[in-house]
């Protein structure tokens, strides 16, 4: 059984695991693959810098550029649904601000949670980001993340 979401591109797929369990499969919309991939290939000196100096090593895993529903997200941890964007000078004419309020609405529909950083954030405070990001992850888990993660800086 198949139940349209959204749109033909992004379906949640209903079936019947080896055990009987009904379970849910998230589909996404295939069409963004390849931008996906490009992205990750052609990053920004501020994604670049977050993810490898911070993300890519972080107890909870993250991945670059997922695809959720029809949006590309810049960094997104499944465990604790938290996606992490960055910034640039686009995102703050009145275009970018009403396309990211939509965009942050229609992802906090499947429960995840959005933070965003300006790439000045990033250049200037990148251990506050850091440190916020942290704060955030134990707020949201319930848990101690490791602060080791933070003497590197």
Do not use: P
């Not at 349209?4 to 695991?17: F, P, S």
């Not at 992205?39 to 991945?63: C, Q, V």
């Not at 959720?68 to 649904?81: E, R, T």
């Not at 000045?120 to 319930?142: H, L, T, W």
């Amino acid at each position: 059984m198949i139940l349209t979401l959204l749109n033909v591109d992004w379906r949640i797929v209903l079936m019947y695991n080896c055990f009987g369990v009904l379970t849910v499969k998230k589909t996404y919309n295939k069409k963004l693959t390849n931008k996906s991939r490009t992205l990750r290939k052609e990053a920004t000196k501020e994604e670049n810098h977050l993810w490898y100096d911070f993300l890519r090593n972080h107890e909870y895993k993250f991945t670059r550029q997922r695809i959720i529903d029809n949006y590309i997200l810049d960094f997104y941890c499944a465990k604790i649904k938290l996606a992490i964007e960055i910034d640039g000078s686009q995102h703050y004419d009145e275009e970018g601000l009403i396309k990211d309020t939509e965009r942050t609405k229609a992802l906090n529909k499947y429960g995840i949670s959005v933070l965003r950083f300006t790439n000045r954030e990033i250049n200037d405070k990148f251990e506050a980001v850091c440190e916020y990001i942290n704060e955030f992850i134990k707020s949201k888990s319930g848990t101690v993340v490791n602060d080791s993660v933070l003497n590197r800086f």
